[in-house]
């Protein structure tokens, strides 16, 4: 199909001559009014889709002649409102003297728009670059819609994000983890790389959720403190047992703000840390042993095991070292069931998200604004969060046991 570049203009062109003309005639004064008249850009991106569908379906452009066609436009249907999730638009569908055309992105009747925004945010929220959706909907539309009005489509839940991070949390967690990861982000002057934290925490009937994501430099007890206080101020009442990576200055503002919260160190991250100084040609076998440790049906079962490893290894002082030092961590692990310790003795279910979230946060560079990170890791958890939709393994055995445990403390916040 022949298009005439040069009489047809982009939807960005289009957008900014008119901006020009708002502002001539004294319309746009201020940041605010430009910003109110970019939010109608939907409107004129979702009538450049429906007469681009239309040119697919006649096989010519607009700026062709009709002549020898076999069919040809037939002007617009009556203007109809259409409702989106970010506000009402007017459009009109455009007709062919056949009948035939049949729009895919509003079809005929349709008056409620469910999808298209919805597709720019979901593959945005996967990891997919700007660039990667907009070659996505040109091979899907046949239509060029540039990364700032795929950008501009997705910046409209920033108020759905904020709803999110300040909603009001359940009173009771049974687990929780908290881990971090970091990404870059543009300052007044340089560049800065921030830790993103997460927490995830399951409730009183086994459901995990993601209670929230803090920002800060760095690791301190300052900004636990406040993180902890936010989980209390949206509701949280009470957490059982709590599994983190030994962070700076949070158990000290844990245990303020929960003083019954029982604190774990994830073994995953010490066992990460003992590879560290394994050498390479033995440390699966080194990492081997220090599993049969932490798996062991009892503490006195775990001294045994320790005492072979040492004997297995006593070449490796500092391998030896460490896992001394580690065995302070799993004394509180011996003293529960096998279910609730393997449930606790790993943080690899906020692992597993902060994956997720990195593959977002991958490859982009600095973002803009610490704003721009909640934006594109709520999109991603919301995404994730579609799939937590059952009780976490052996959910039915962990109750009882909490229930015996834990008695009137837990039992009191469960639905039943």
């Known amino acids: 199909m022949k298009k005439d570049n040069k009489k047809e203009k982009s939807i960005n062109e289009l957008i900014i001559d008119e901006a020009v003309k708002e502002f001539k005639n004294g319309n746009i004064k201020n940041s605010l009014d ?56 007017n459009l009109q569908t455009p007709r062919d003297r056949n009948g035939t055309f049949n729009p895919v992105i509003i079809e005929k009747g349709q008056t409620k728009l469910t ?36 950008m501009r489509l997705i910046s409209a839940v920033n108020e759905e994000t904020e709803k999110w991070r300040n909603r009001p949390l359940k009173p009771l967690y049974v687990f929780t983890y908290a881990d971090c990861l970091y990404v870059s982000i543009k300052g007044t002057i340089l560049t800065e790389k921030k830790a993103i934290y997460t927490i995830i925490g399951v409730d009183a009937n086994g459901y ?63 066992t990460r840390n003992l590879y560290k100084l394994c050498p390479r040609k033995i440390a699966n076998k080194i990492i081997a042993g220090w599993k049969k440790i932490y798996t062991s049906s009892s503490y006195e079962t775990a001294e045994v095991e320790l005492e072979q490893f040492k004997k297995d290894f006593s070449e490796y002082k500092a391998v030896i070292k460490k896992v001394d030092e580690f065995m302070e961590y799993l004394v509180p692990l011996f003293e529960l069931p096998i279910e609730i310790r393997k449930a606790i003795y790993t943080s690899n279910a906020v692992e597993s998200v902060n994956s997720a979230l990195r593959k977002v946060t991958n490859g982009k560079g600095a973002f803009p604004s610490e704003e721009s990170v909640y934006k594109v890791l709520f999109l991603r958890i919301k995404d994730l969060k579609e799939k937590w939709n059952k009780p976490i393994n052996n959910w039915s055995t962990i109750q009882l046991q909490l229930i015996n445990i834990f008695g009137d403390r837990y039992t009191k916040y469960i639905d039943l």
């Open 34 to 89: 430009v910003e109110n008249f970019i939010d109608g850009l939907l409107q004129p991106l979702m009538q450049k889709l429906l007469d681009t569908e239309l040119e697919n379906h006649l096989e010519y452009s607009k700026y062709e002649h009709a002549k020898d066609k076999d069919n040809y436009r037939n002007g617009y249907c009556k203007r109809k409102i259409v409702e989106t999730k970010y506000g009402s638009i």
């Open 115 to 150: 999808g298209f925004e919805d597709k720019c945010i979901s593959l945005y929220a996967k990891g997919m670059s700007l660039r990667d959706i907009e070659k996505i909907l040109k091979d899907l539309y046949g239509v060029n819609i540039g990364k700032d009005e795929i």
């Open 208 to 270: 995990k959720d993601v209670l929230g994501l803090w920002i800060d430099t760095s690791e301190s007890a300052s900004f636990w403190t406040s993180v902890f206080e936010d989980l209390k101020a949206r509701g949280v009442k009470d957490i059982l047992y709590m599994s983190s990576d030994g962070i700076a200055g949070f158990k000290g503002s844990l245990e303020t703000a929960f003083p019954k919260t029982q604190g774990q160190r994830c073994v995953v991250h010490l």
